[in-house]
C-alpha cells in the first residue's frame, strides 16, 4: 500500500484548504484512516481518523469543529477539510492507514507529507 497525501499549500489565517489521502492497493477501504501533522521542532502529533465506513470521525481537540475528515472508498482516498485555518495550523501534514477497521492508533502504513502554511 501507498499512501500519497497532498493539497497543501499557503493561505492566510482564516482561510480553508482542503487535503487529500490517495491510496494505491485493494485493502484501503477495510481499514482506518488517520491525519497526523508535525511542526518545526515539535512531535508528530494526531490531528483526525475516520473508521472503515467512513461512519466514524475522531479529531485532536485543537481542530474540533474547524477540520472535517471524509472518505471515499470508490476513489480510495480520504479528505481533510481544513477551516478557519490558524497560524499554529502549519505543519507538515502526513495521512496513515491503520491496522483496524475502527481507529486504534495503530499505524500501519505512513504516507508522504503535504506542507500546509497558514500567514497571520
Known amino acids: 500500500v501507498q499512501l500519497q497525501a497532498s493539497g497543501g499549500g499557503l493561505v492566510q489565517a482564516g482561510g480553508s484548504l482542503r487535503l487529500s489521502c490517495a491510496a494505491s492497493?485493494?485493502?484501503?477501504?477495510?481499514?482506518?484512516i488517520g491525519w497526523f501533522r508535525q511542526a518545526p521542532g515539535k512531535e508528530r502529533e494526531f490531528v483526525a481518523a475516520i473508521s472503515r465506513s467512513g461512519n466514524s470521525a475522531y479529531y485532536a481537540d485543537s481542530v474540533k469543529g474547524r477540520f472535517t475528515i471524509t472518505r471515499d472508498n470508490a476513489k480510495n482516498t480520504v479528505y481533510l477539510q481544513m477551516n478557519s485555518l490558524k497560524p499554529e495550523d502549519t505543519a507538515v501534514y502526513y495521512c496513515a492507514q491503520g491496522q483496524d477497521p475502527y481507529w486504534t492508533s495503530r499505524i500501519l502504513y505512513w504516507g508522504q507529507g503535504t506542507q500546509v502554511t497558514v500567514s497571520s
Open positions: 492497493g485493494r485493502t484501503f477501504s477495510s481499514y482506518a
